[in-house]
C-alpha cells in the first residue's frame, strides 16, 4: 500500500516538473510578434568568437534584441555578416555604432549599440540593402590585440637595434672610447693638481688687481687726454699768430722792396709799420719756444707726470 502510493506521488512530481521546463523552453524560445520587430545588418571586421545565434543585443546596456543570424559576407570574405532583430521602439540613428563586448567571464560575447544622437536622423536601409547597416567600432579585445602587435613590433625593432648595438665591432668601439675616456679622465687629473690649481687662482687674482689699477687709471687718462686737446690748441693759437705775423713781415717786406724800386725809401716811416709787427712776432716765438722747453723739461725729470700729476688749484688770498 505505501508503495502505491510513493509511485504516484513521484509520477506527480516529475509530471509537474515536465510542464515547469516545458513551459519555461516556451517562454525562452516564444515566438515574437514581428510587427513589433526590425531587423538590421552588421558587419564586423574583427573575430565573433563567443557571439552566438540568439546572444542578447544590448542598447546602452538594456537588452532590445536578438542575434538571428551569423555568416561570412559573400561580398567580402574578411567580414562577419550579422543580422539582429531588435524592437522598433529602439532609437537606432545613423551614427548609431555596434560594438562587441564580453559578458563578464563566461567566454560569451554580445552586441552594445551605442551613441544615437537625439537629434540624428534614423537608419534606413539605402539601395540595394536589405537591412540598415549599422556601423561598428572596434572592441576592446581588438584594441588591446591591435596595441599588443605595435608593442611587440617596436619590441622586435629594439631588440634588432640592440643586437645591432652590442655587436662585437660596437663593443671593440665602445671598449676603445671607454680606454681614451679614462685617458682624458687620467691626463685631467694631473693637469688639475694642486698647484696648477693654485696657479690658476694665482692669475686670477693677478687679473683682477690688473683690471682694479687700469679702472683706476682711466680718469688720469681721460685728463691727459683732455691736457693733451688743450695744450695742442694752445700750440695751434700759437701758430696762427705766427702765421700771421709772418703775413704781416712778408708784406712789409714786400712794401720796402716796392719802396726802395720806385725812390721812396723812408726808413722812418717804414720802421713805424714793421718794428711793431716784428716784435710782436718775436715775443710769441720766444712765448711759444719756452711752453716747450718747459714741457720736455717736465717730461725728463718726471714722465708719469704726464699722466698721474693732478691739477693744482690756486687758493684764494685768506684761504688756507
Known sequence: MNNKVNYTMVGILVIIAMSLMMAFTYWLIKPEASSDLKKYTIYFDESVLGLNIDAPVKYRGISVGKVKVLEINAKNSEQVQVTISVLKSTPIKTNTVAKLTAQGITGLTYINLSMGGHNAEVLEAKENEIYPVIKTVPSFFENFEKSLGDVSSQLSSTLGLTEELLS?????????????????????????????????????????????????????????????????????????????????????????????????????????????????????????????????????????????????????????
Request: avoid cysteine.
Open 168 to 320: 662585437a665591432k660596437n663593443q671593440k668601439q665602445m671598449a676603445l672610447l671607454l680606454q681614451h675616456s679614462a685617458s682624458v679622465m687620467h691626463k685631467m687629473d694631473i693637469l688639475l693638481d694642486d698647484k696648477t690649481i693654485q696657479h690658476f687662482h694665482s692669475t686670477t687674482k693677478n687679473l683682477d688687481e690688473f683690471s682694479y689699477k687700469l679702472n683706476k687709471m682711466m680718469p688720469d687718462i681721460d685728463n691727459f687726454l683732455q691736457s693733451s686737446v688743450k695744450w695742442e690748441d694752445e700750440i695751434a693759437v700759437s701758430f696762427a699768430s705766427i702765421t700771421t705775423s709772418y703775413v704781416g713781415i712778408t708784406a712789409s717786406m714786400d712794401e720796402i722792396k716796392r719802396a726802395i724800386a720806385s725812390g721812396e725809401f723812408n726808413i722812418q716811416d717804414m720802421s713805424a709799420d714793421i718794428i711793431p709787427t716784428m716784435n710782436n712776432t718775436f715775443l710769441q716765438m720766444q712765448e711759444l719756444m719756452i711752453k716747450f722747453e718747459g714741457a720736455l723739461e717736465q717730461y725728463d725729470n718726471s714722465p708719469s707726470d704726464i699722466l698721474y700729476k693732478k691739477e693744482t688749484i690756486k687758493k684764494a688770498p685768506g684761504e688756507k
